[in-house]
């Protein structure tokens, strides 16, 4: 079984996770740029963040034998504290760079004014720059929150295709279904969606546009979901080839898109360092 998560924050795992995952058959992820749960002050510490995404999380993955690709934005949540507006005239900068593949996560966190703004100045970003756009729906009032995205996402003139609207559920799915967009869907230990409700949403809705991830992050997650959602898509009479697209044909079409994925083979230099510094220890 080979595995693209399309969605997984990687920077805050360790390196037994990136072991775990290449050992489950994972060798290619998407890191999307978000809230790291402390709000972050300044520009410049965004600056950093985006700079790690770009060298030291790709290297680091590197050594595990995984391609590592991200996305940028100025995620929804920070879009409502007035020191982090001026991201979005960083972004521009970070959109041309290889191992950009899209802009994200964008989209509502608590619906206010701040995040409109920042939602469709992004959205322009998206269609200017010619990058697909990863849309982030709040936790609260998901189905309202979902219709106001996909609301926005049309007036913004971007191609359905070009758009996977994330954390859906069965409340979601049809409206994301219709509109042309692709579906995301993470799974998790005890929220958001379970491996069981996504084999039955796979045999409503089909394995067309359907993105599976982990999003695991610094909270309660698990890394491995995608290749358990695998296994629990064999174990309900889904084919191999069945897994095999949604788990990495889907998001290599998506994320292909940006024209920027490499999915080569990783050759693996447990020597190699990064800036100074490196994932082993102990060695000089």
């Known amino acids: 079984m080979r595995i693209f998560d399309p969605h997984v924050h990687m920077s805050s795992r360790t390196t037994d996770d990136y072991q775990a995952m290449y050992d489950a058959g994972v060798r290619a992820v998407v890191e999307p740029a978000f809230w790291q749960g402390q709000p972050r002050t300044s520009v410049g510490s965004f600056v950093d963040y985006f700079d790690s995404l770009l060298g030291w999380e790709p290297f680091r993955a590197a050594q595990f034998g995984i391609r590592h690709h991200c996305t940028i934005a100025l995620n929804p949540k920070e ?9 979005l005239e960083v972004l521009p900068r970070y959109l041309v760079k290889d191992g950009v593949v899209a802009v994200g996560e964008v989209g509502y966190d608590s619906m206010t004014p701040e995040e409109d703004e920042a939602f469709a100045a992004q959205l322009a970003l998206a269609v200017e720059f010619e990058l697909p756009v990863l849309v982030h729906t709040p936790h609260r009032d998901k189905a309202e929150g979902t219709k106001r995205t996909l609301d926005v996402v049309r007036e913004s003139g971007i191609a359905p295709e070009l758009v996977v609207v994330d954390h859906l559920n069965e409340l979601t799915v049809g409206m994301v279904a219709d509109s042309g967009c692709w579906m995301g869907f993470s799974i998790y230990p005890d929220t958001k ?8 949403l796979l045999r409503e809705h089909g394995t067309a546009r359907m993105l599976v991830n982990s999003a695991a992050d610094w909270g309660r997650s698990d890394p491995l979901k995608t290749v358990k959602t ?46 100074g510094s490196s994932v082993r220890r102990g060695q000089g």
Not at 79 to 87: F, G, H, I, L, T
């Open 193 to 200: 969606m379970d491996e069981a409700r996504m084999v039955v």
């Open 79 to 87: 879009a409502n504290d007035p020191r982090c507006a001026d991201v």
């Open 230 to 275: 695998g296994r629990a898509m064999l174990d309900a009479g889904f084919t191999a080839d069945d897994v095999d697209r949604v788990l990495w044909r889907n998001p290599v079409e998506f994320y292909g898109r940006s024209g920027r994925l490499e999915l080569s083979d990783v050759d693996i230099d447990p020597t190699a360092g990064f800036q």
